[in-house]
Every structure is written in structure tokens, then in C-alpha cells.
């Protein structure tokens, strides 16, 4: 570390304070490594730096303090790169905290099991059956559902290919339920909603009156179920997208993989997510252990 202050004093010519705040916040991250088990700064991994922000979160550490702690080592592990110490940077990923951290608001597993099971067998509720499967199955955007077409799903692969508004897309599996239920959508009720059969570009989501599926309309779906099992008020389209992420890190998924499949790029998001499984452990641990 001392040459990295050397070098931030005479090549960047940072003020003396600035130079004590980048000393201390360097030694505090060096002594969490150490209690994590980590030996030395150079050996830190993206999920050793998305531990020591959650954790400055859950000191209550305010905004400015954790923006100032992530550019200092952010900075400090460019400089490392540039000696040739380590090829990446733990902290590239992590951006700076712009507001307080979202709540994460999410359906238990028993509850996301009861939605899916409300919709009827007649052509609308195989098209609800099948949009509520898809979200909940995929993790997708309600932007990304109103823009699905047929060109975007493979069920003979079971994969769909979801675009965002700017359209950068990624691929994502198809669970076997939310297969079978969009299998059973489009072989059973799209050519009835539609009065046709679709093309490659048409939406797979469309109304009653064959038209593409809104926003709004998808909203007011999610609304009706959500009423039907005493969550209307929380029935969103983000409360499955958060489902989504929730009940796979609860099931021993990864961020590095959920990043992958929910599409977001500031770690910050996953680190949201990661908290709701952290406080989780807590209640249960303060629940259930003698001694806790």
C-alpha cells in the first residue's frame, strides 16, 4: 500500500487529507479480508468486495461514506493492474450508491405456488397461466414481456431471448413449468385470442382482442390475481422479477449467475438481493438457535 500512496501524493498529487482517507479506508478493507480469511489484498474475488459493501450497508454506513470506501479501493486495485499485481478489479462492477438501497419485496415460494395455480382452463386463463409462469420462471422485465416474439422462444431447446428497451438482449433457460404453460398457450389459445396463427415477429403476449399485450394490461392481470390470494397491493410485475431472484440465492444459486440471467450490471443490485438472504439467515438463526 505504501507505494500506492507514494504514487497518488506524487504523480496525482492528492492533498495530505485526501491521502489519510485513502490510507484508512485501504487498512479497514485489508483488516475485513483478514477476518474473511483472505491473506493479502492482491488475492480479493468480486464476491470477497460485494461481502465488504453489503456489510458497510448493514453497519448503517451512510452514502457518501460507502461511495468514498468503494472509489478508494476501486482506485487502489487500478493501481494494482497497473503494477501488474492482479488483472482485475473486484470493485469495476460495484457503482456508486445513488439512492438508499431498494427494498426487496418478494413472494414466499408457497405463495408464488399458489398464484400460479389460479388461472382457469379456457384460453384466457392459458394465457395467464402462461404469462405468470414466464415472469415468474424467467426473472424478466415487464418491458421485455411486452416485446417477446415468437422469433425470441425455443421450445424445442427451452431458451427465450429477452430485449430491453434499448434492445440489448440476453438469453435465458425456460423452466419446465413455464414451458409446458406457454406450450399449452400457443398450441391451445393464441390461434382463438389471435383468430390466426402467429408469425415469427408477432407478440406472444396479446389481449382478448389479439392485440400485443401493455404494460398497463399485463399490470391489471397481476392486480386480479394478486387480489385473489391477499396481495393485490404488492402485486407487481417487479415482485416476481424479485421472486425470481430471491428463490434462487435461496436455493443456493450465485450472484455471478444471477446477474447473468436477470441482466443487471451494477452489482449493487445483487448486493439488494443478496441482503434479503442475509437478514433471512439472521431471523432464522435468532429463532432457532439456543444460544442465539
Keep these: 500500500m505504501h507505494g500506492f500512496i507514494e504514487y ?11 491521502l489519510i482517507a485513502y490510507e484508512r479506508d485501504i487498512n479497514a478493507f485489508g483488516k475485513y479480508l483478514e477476518s474473511r480469511g483472505t491473506g493479502k489484498f492482491e488475492d480479493c474475488t468480486d464476491s470477497d468486495a460485494i461481502a465488504y459493501v453489503m456489510q458497510l450497508g448493514n453497519d448503517n454506513k451512510s452514502r457518501p461514506t460507502i461511495n468514498r470506501k468503494v472509489s478508494a479501493l476501486r482506485t487502489f486495485y487500478n493501481y494494482l493492474i497497473s503494477q501488474g499485481q492482479i488483472e482485475t478489479n473486484p470493485f469495476t462492477r460495484i457503482k456508486a450508491v445513488k439512492t438508499d438501497r431498494r427494498k426487496i419485496d418478494y413472494l414466499t415460494i408457497e405463495e408464488a405456488a399458489k398464484l400460479m395455480d389460479l388461472p382457469g382452463d379456457d384460453a384466457k386463463g392459458l394465457r395467464d397461466k ?31 431471448t429477452l430485449r430491453d428497451v434499448n ?11 413455464a414451458s409446458a404453460a406457454l406450450s399449452k398457450y400457443v398450441n391451445e389459445a393464441y390461434d382463438k385470442i389471435k383468430g390466426g396463427p402467429h408469425g415469427d415477429d408477432d407478440n406472444v ?22 387480489a385473489m390470494i391477499g396481495v393485490e397491493s404488492r402485486m407487481t410485475p417487479q415482485i416476481l ?24 450490471e451494477d452489482m449493487s443490485v445483487g448486493i439488494a438481493y443478496l441482503a434479503v438472504i442475509d437478514i433471512r439467515v439472521r ?7 439456543p444460544r442465539a
Design 167 to 177: 434492445d440489448e438482449s440476453r438469453i435465458v433457460p425456460l423452466g419446465s413449468y
Design 205 to 226: 403476449f396479446i389481449n382478448l382482442r389479439g392485440e400485443a399485450l401493455t404494460r398497463q394490461g399485463i399490470w391489471k392481470i397481476l392486480k386480479d390475481y394478486g
Design 241 to 264: 422479477r424479485d421472486s425470481f431472484g430471491v428463490h434462487i440465492l435461496q436455493n443456493g444459486g450465485d450472484l455471478k449467475t444471477l446477474q447473468e440471467l436477470m441482466g443487471f
Design 130 to 160: 402462461a404469462l405468470l409462469e414466464f415472469m415468474y420462471g424467467t426473472g424478466a422485465r415487464v418491458t421485455e414481456v411486452v416485446r417477446l416474439r415468437f422469433s425470441d422462444v425455443n421450445l424445442k431447446m427451452n431458451f427465450v
Design 8 to 18: 497518488m501524493k506524487n504523480e496525482k498529487h492528492k492533498a495530505g487529507n485526501t
Design 283 to 289: 431471523e432464522v438463526f435468532r429463532s432457532c438457535h
